[in-house]
């Protein structure tokens, strides 16, 4: 079914509204305002770690966000002052030093598959980052399309630190993208924080605000986006992502593409009639 023909069944969409509205997890919260999906991750007591429950949960949820045509950006932050310590050692580690080597893959290909579930979501994601991000806090904050940090934000990739490689859930393809081969092998081989000034003069981050504006601007940023054509985002995402293996002819192929299809969207004819009457365009998504 086509973006359009979706749109235009208002059952399907009345169905997929209360589905993703009644998205419940033990450890993370999921709210929807409006055009905004809200993610917590909410065991402040111990700075937001994750489970085996919970990375199924995120997972499932951005499955579920490919075809939520009526929410538009995603916001992911943590509660009590940090964003995501990762894995948890008791929680995680000390089961996987129990199982065998299926098992073991099972759950590495689960934890990727949350990074690829976030990753072909059309919906443009914003990661709202406060102190501790860590682990695979980090890569969920990698995975997204834009950080919004604060000065007391520290991200490390510590993999190697609990004896393990520094590629995980993709972090090796992701990383050196975003702030540049020789910057990612340092952090990947030494586990370090990486500080909120050198994330943002990395690339890594986006934008620092201070704690208490940090809610209030990613929601700015989320907003804006959400004014914008919906459907011409989702395509900007998805090419991000399949331009970096193909070559230059073939992205410009690809662009015309997508451009093209985009052209046959409502958007693009409102914002052209917008333009001649002198108004701000309204996007509807379709």
Same mark, same amino acid.
């Given at each position: ?24 997890? +033990? ?28 990375? +199924? ?46 098992? @073991? ?69 992701? @990383? ?7 910057? +990612?092998?340092? @952090? ?25 504006? @940090? ?40 662009? $015309?593409? $997508?451009? +093209? ?26």
């Amino acid at each position: 079914m086509n973006q359009r023909q979706f749109s235009s069944n208002p059952q399907a969409m009345a169905h997929l509204r209360h589905d993703m509205s009644n998205h419940h997890s +033990a450890h993370f919260q999921w709210q929807v305002e409006g055009k905004l999906g809200l993610v917590t991750i909410n065991r402040p007591e111990k700075k937001n770690p994750l489970t085996f429950d919970s990375y +199924a949960g995120l997972r499932d949820l951005f499955r579920k966000l490919q075809h939520a045509n009526d929410i538009k950006v995603v916001i992911i932050s943590g509660a009590g002052g940090n964003f995501c310590s990762g894995g948890n050692v008791h929680e995680i580690i000390g089961p996987l030093i129990g199982m065998n080597m299926p098992e @073991l893959l099972e759950f590495t290909r689960m934890t990727g598959d949350l990074v690829k579930a976030m990753r072909n979501c059309p919906q443009p994601i914003i990661s709202a980052i406060d102190g501790i991000c860590a682990g695979a806090g980090a890569m969920i904050a990698l995975g997204s399309d834009l950080r919004l940090g604060t000065p007391r934000a520290r991200t490390a990739f510590l993999f190697n630190r609990v004896g393990l490689a520094g590629c995980d859930m993709g972090a090796c393809a992701l @990383l050196p993208r975003m702030i540049g081969q020789g910057r +990612a092998s340092e @952090l990947l081989y030494t586990g370090r924080d990486m500080n909120a000034q050198e994330g943002l003069a990395w690339g890594f981050f986006n934008s620092l605000v201070e704690p208490d504006q @940090l809610q209030p601007e990613a929601r700015n940023w989320a907003t804006r986006i959400a004014d914008g054509p919906s459907f011409g985002n989702a395509m900007t995402k998805k090419m991000l992502h399949q331009e970096w293996n193909m070559g230059l002819d073939e992205a410009i192929e690809a662009e $015309a593409q $997508a451009q +093209a299809i985009c052209m046959q969207t409502e958007d693009f004819h409102r914002a052209y009639h917008a333009f001649v009457a002198r108004q701000q365009p309204v996007f509807q998504g379709d």
